[in-house]
């Protein structure tokens, strides 16, 4: 609960100003499913969904993501995050953008686990080939505020699809180490304003 409190605060800081200059909002949903591999026990699939709205002004995109999971195990555990999110977008170098996300977030746990806080890096590099298509790759980096150790790294290579009137298709292949090892496919679809 203190992660949330943390959020919102950091939230009343940074967003008033960056909402009076121009820019624009844009939502997005987020289906992503992967393959949990449990060492000596029953590998199981995760599923999440997300909601994340989100306003761009300049090289700075602000957002708030919401997202609901269920594993697949016999534990069946449902939870979700809250995550206040912020990635800078740097000048592009021979056609490459480096951007770098840092955010704060709340894991909610229903069942066993318990809910935490959290923080989150993730640089990011992305190369537009033209034809609305950008190709990238990602490392997140994550780990809760206090407790047990609860770090994951994870990799990402994907292509952002620029489609028609503001839309915008972005699958994902993953790989996730740390506490657990994951392999799964991410696929954001963002509708821009």
Known sequence: MKAIVRIAALALIVIPPALAADGAWENTVEVESEQVEVPAGKDF??????????????????????????????AAETG?????????YFPKVAG?????RLSLGENIKNGSGSSFGFYTIQPKLAYDIGHGMEPYVSVRHRQRFDGPNWQTTTCYAGIA?????GWEIEPSLFHK????????????????F
């Not at 599923?47 to 002004?57: E, M, N, P």
């Not at 699809?161 to 009137?165: E, G, N, Q, T, Y």
């Open 45 to 74: 699939r995760s599923d999440s969904l997300a909601f994340i709205v989100g306003y761009r002004t300049g090289d700075n995109k602000f957002d708030l993501k919401l997202e609901l999971g269920k594993d697949r195990d016999a």
């Open 96 to 100: 490459i953008e480096p951007s770098l």
């Open 161 to 165: 699809f620029a489609l028609d009137r």
């Open 177 to 192: 180490s740390g506490i657990e090892t994951t392999n799964g496919l991410k696929v954001e679809i963002t509708r821009k």
């Open 80 to 88: 979700g995050k809250l995550e206040f999110r912020f990635r800078r």
